[in-house]
């Protein structure tokens, strides 16, 4: 793991853990060993945040330097509260560990009046028990392939059962209760598709940038859909 990561996943911890945080719990949030740790805990303080505690002890953030005071009015603290803990609901770790580290870091630059409400917030997302198909495959490489623009050569098993084998431009990824859908350019068909990602069987880079055409495809992906819904 690079360097600046590393230190970046530990400040996400100490924001978002209950203080005092053991050392053995945040080598295990970070995936380091704890000497590693105690050298990145001390990296962090040369750099300016203020970190108390020592080994044994547990570790507590109390001031960050990274993060410039915020503040929010009650019911903006809800609204982003309400759209983090939806992130649950999509059936992605990932997603949902992005979330916290979040709204750990916007919870580290408030008042301690409004930190406390961010806390103790009313709304909840609700929604009943689903059986989202699993997705088998590596759902970072979709990602990184929209932001980066770059190809992916797929094996696809259709409604029928049937399997291709298809090179597409991944433009952007769509969350429901019910499934993940992944908006494309097929170069097969030479049109837009949508697959569901539980369906893709294999994925690895095609080795083809497309950038910078992703926001421009999906302008026209967007009218087509536009004119279609007026046409028909």
């Not at 793991?1 to 203080?19: C, G, H």
């Not at 040369?46 to 915020?70: F, K, R, W």
Request: glycine fraction near 6%; charge should be positive.
């Amino acid at each position: 793991m690079a360097r600046q990561d590393r230190l970046m996943r530990l400040m996400a911890a100490l924001r978002r853990l209950p203080a005092p945080v053991t050392a053995a719990r945040l080598a295990a949030e970070t995936e380091i060993s704890r000497r590693q740790l105690y050298r990145d805990i001390a990296t962090l303080r040369a750099g300016g945040a203020l970190i108390d505690g020592a080994a044994g002890l547990g570790y507590s953030l109390t001031e960050d330097p990274v993060l410039p005071p915020q503040s929010f009015s009650r019911i903006e603290i809800e609204a982003l509260m309400l759209g983090l803990s939806s992130l649950d609901h999509l059936g992605d770790t990932r997603l949902s560990r992005a979330g916290r580290d979040a709204m750990a870091r916007i919870i580290a630059t408030l008042p301690d009046r409004q930190a406390r409400q961010a806390m103790h917030t009313v709304m909840r997302v609700w929604r009943p028990t689903e059986t989202r198909p699993e997705v088998a495959i590596d759902m970072e490489l979709l990602l990184r392939s929209c932001w980066e623009e770059q190809s992916l050569q797929i094996c696809y098993r259709d409604l029928s059962g049937n399997r291709t084998a298809r090179e597409i431009w991944p433009l952007g990824l769509s969350y429901s209760p019910e499934s993940v859908l992944l908006l494309a350019l097929c170069q097969l068909r030479q049109d837009y598709r949508v697959f569901h990602a539980a369906r893709i069987e294999a994925v690895q880079p095609g080795g083809t940038t497309f950038r910078p055409q992703r926001v421009a495809l999906l302008r026209d992906y967007v009218a087509q859909a536009k004119a279609q819904g007026q046409t028909g």
